[in-house]
């Protein structure tokens, strides 16, 4: 069974799409794909924004990347910890394009929600 983001979309990675779909401003987390989105939508690469999720996307308009899913989440603490679970259960470094473990937000000594991590502890 493959394993759910839990995030909306998927989306076309194009200006248009994310103001569109992305009107808010806050924080949030995305996966990104370069591989389509049939049959399934494969996590490339996952990110987040602590406080603009609508630009930190259109960072990534015109790279590898095809489409992505997002979710807005109430605070920089959730969206990190939201980040690291995804991070982790599609597959880390080992798997996805992400070079790092997800770093913390700015001031804050929050630690990464995966038991076996010790990356963030």
């Known amino acids: 069974m493959a394993l759910s983001t839990g995030l909306h979309g998927p ?8 103001d569109k779909i992305v009107s808010d401003v806050g924080s949030g987390v995305y996966a990104l794909t370069r591989e389509g989105t049939e049959p399934l939508f494969i996590v490339n690469y996952v990110g987040r924004s602590d406080d603009d999720l609508n630009g930190r996307l259109k960072d990534w308009v015109g790279t590898k990347y095809t489409h992505f899913k997002y979710s807005f989440l109430p605070t920089a603490r959730d969206a990190f910890l939201k980040e ?3 991070f982790h259960d599609f597959g880390g470094i080992a798997k ?7 770093a913390r937000p700015a001031n804050s000594k ?7 991590c010790d990356a963030l502890q």
């Open 96 to 102: 996805l394009d992400n070079k790092v473990h997800p």
């Open 110 to 116: 929050v630690n990464c929600p995966v038991a076996e």
């Open 84 to 86: 690291c679970n995804l």
């Open 11 to 18: 989306h076309e990675l194009t200006t248009e799409v994310i």
